[in-house]
């Protein structure tokens, strides 16, 4: 792929500008995903940090809970942050009863693990695969992923919880990198879409 990947940011709630930013400089074409049309023009997919029952609400109320489905069974790649990462999760735990994910990736998920939003925190993250020391990651009601299956990839631990996870083309972490100016995790995500294509 020579041309910059065209990457969607899922723009039905969450931090979707941060994402658009953070993309773009790494050298990605990115743009806001919102309707079924929209997503089949991309070659890969951000779903952002928000609320992660309003985001699946949304996601059927706009019909395209199915076609994320679809394009994530496809092989798209994906990465998902904070939301995002429990919407990519086969199963969650302290979920809604009612709350739909997209799969993708073989983990066990509890939402809200890391505590209430006054209990938000910034710590410096171990993430395997990128170069030039720990990242920063930003932690806002933060899920951890409780276990793995044997297809998915351990890429960074916090303090014993697993808080990155990769599985085939499916990126996931607990935190937003994209609020910290690090474009790191993004890149990584672009190197994935590149090398996918």
């Known amino acids: 792929m020579n041309n910059p990947p065209v990457i969607g940011v899922l723009a039905l709630q969450g931090d979707v500008r941060e994402h658009l930013i ?7 074409v990115a743009r806001p995903v919102r309707r079924p049309e929209e997503l089949a023009e991309v070659d890969a997919l951000v779903i952002p940090g928000g609320e992660s029952t309003t985001m699946s609400k949304l996601a059927v109320l706009f019909g395209m809970l199915e076609p994320l489905r679809e394009r994530v069974r496809a092989g798209m790649p994906v990465y998902g942050t904070c939301a995002g990462m429990i919407m990519l999760a086969d199963k969650i735990l302290d979920g809604r009863e009612d709350q739909e994910t997209l799969g993708g990736v073989d983990m066990i998920v509890r939402r809200n693990a890391f505590g209430r939003q006054n209990e938000s925190f910034e710590a410096k993250i171990d993430f395997a695969g990128i170069d030039g020391g720990p990242v920063e990651g930003v932690f806002i009601r933060a899920p951890w992923v409780e276990s793995v299956g044997a297809s998915a990839e351990v890429l960074a631990e916090y303090e014993g919880h697993v808080v990155a996870v990769r599985q085939g083309n499916v990126l996931a972490t607990s935190f937003h990198p ?20």
């Open 22 to 28: 953070a993309l773009a400089s790494a050298d990605a």
């Open 178 to 197: 994209e609020l910290t100016g690090d474009e790191r995790v993004h890149a990584y995500f672009v190197d994935m879409v590149r090398a996918s294509a």
